[in-house]
């Protein structure tokens, strides 16, 4: 059974929200491409993602800060994404 907590607080996601905050909590602190999660989340080539990739990076951020925690999830403008530490 997979669940996402924090701060005493169960956050609801998607098995595939999941999936994407796991991946990113693997490679914390690292900054991971669009093409790195199409290709290991998604299962999907390079180039087959379109924005899909940057709705569920805001969907899952949107749930993390409304369970009241702080931007976990920043962007890193034209390469990806970097999961903790300060922006």
Do not use: C, S
Request: overall charge positive.
């Amino acid at each position: 059974h997979r669940r996402v907590v924090q701060a005493d607080k169960e956050i609801d996601l998607t098995a595939r929200e999941f999936e994407l905050l796991e991946y990113l909590m693997k490679h914390r602190g690292e900054v991971v491409t669009r093409e790195m999660i199409a290709r290991d989340v998604w299962r999907e080539p390079p180039g087959t993602m379109t924005n899909v990739i940057d709705v569920y990076i805001n969907y899952v951020r949107k749930k993390l800060e409304r369970a009241g925690n702080l931007r976990l999830i920043h962007t890193v403008r034209g390469i990806g994404y970097r999961f903790g530490g300060d922006e």
